[in-house]
């Protein structure tokens, strides 16, 4: 049967709450935690050998996360330059660690929506694990640089072109586009290899929209409510900007598993059809 909109997500929130979703978004949060600090020194040591200076790098963190947050990163995780050198195997290799713990409890999440048990041999599951982290890491890279790309792009353009600086706001449109795209694209490549389930690409699209857009909207929301009126350094002293991390991130693994459920509730109901 087609089902309308109220029945769709009548169905969703009862999934969300069978499956215990708020349960596995703060298990998801802890390991996105432990995987912040190990990737950050690997991408700053890794993008310092192509010419991105540090400060570069920070003020691209600086787009994304609520700035309580990115003062905490910001004064753990600057370098010196004679620091670097050897960090950058020991950053790959604790990043691919923590984050394919990450990708883990996403796995169980995955299937745990479609209601299936996880019958993969534990190598073959721990493999894809780590090559699901090393896509997500290969991706959120390419979100960092992509502005600075972005930017360098724009004014080869203006030059070149002769284009007036008033269509900048058309090409800044045009990069977030590209942005949310990158985003759609590795949340259906999560999606559909994660669960122990045979899906199509078609199966993925809607909760990978769904959890793309819903992830954008959800942090440009969190920042905002940071930024003017939340002050965690007040209540929690010198955890202040740990806390805001750990929601941020309890957030984003929210949208994450979500965005699953979207999925398997919108196979359900084709299986009913």
């Known amino acids: 049967m087609d089902a309308s909109l109220g029945q769709f997500t009548k169905q969703l929130f009862s999934r969300i709450k069978e499956h215990q979703v708020t349960d596995l978004s703060a298990q998801l949060a802890y390991y996105f935690l432990l995987s912040l600090f ?8 890794l993008l310092t050998h192509f010419d991105f200076s540090q400060d570069q790098i920070l003020d691209l963190i600086a787009q994304y996360a609520p700035s309580e947050s990115f003062v905490t ?20 290799i604790a990043t691919i660690w923590s ?13 745990r ?29 390419v979100a960092l640089v992509l502005p600075v790309f972005g930017e360098t792009l724009w004014r080869f353009f203006v030059t070149f072109f002769d284009l007036p600086e008033s269509l900048s706001f058309m090409f800044g ?26 899906l199509n690409y078609k199966d993925v699209l809607l909760g990978s929209i769904f959890a ?12 905002y409510y940071i930024n003017n009126f939340s002050n965690y350094s007040a209540t929690y002293g010198s955890l202040g900007g740990v806390i ?22 919108s196979n359900y109901f084709r299986k009913k059809a």
């Open 113 to 141: 929506a479609y209601n299936v048990q996880e019958s993969r041999h534990f190598l073959l599951a721990r493999g894809l694990s780590v090559l699901l982290s090393l896509a997500m890491i290969f991706v959120i890279v």
């Open 212 to 223: 793309s857009v819903l992830w954008q909207l959800v942090s440009l929301a969190f920042s």
């Open 173 to 198: 449109i045009i990069r977030w586009i590209l942005s949310l795209s990158i985003m759609i694209v590795v949340f259906m490549f999560i999606y559909f290899y994660a669960p122990n389930k045979r």
């Open 38 to 45: 190990p990737f950050l020194i690997f991408a700053i040591t």
């Open 73 to 92: 990163i910001q004064e753990n995780i600057i370098l010196e330059d004679g620091a670097r050198k050897g960090l950058l195997s020991f950053g790959v």
């Open 244 to 265: 805001a991390l750990m929601l941020w991130f309890y957030l984003t693994g929210l949208v994450i598993i979500i965005g699953g459920e979207v999925n398997a509730t």
């Open 99 to 111: 984050a394919s713990n990450a990708i883990n409890a996403i796995i169980k999440s995955l299937n």
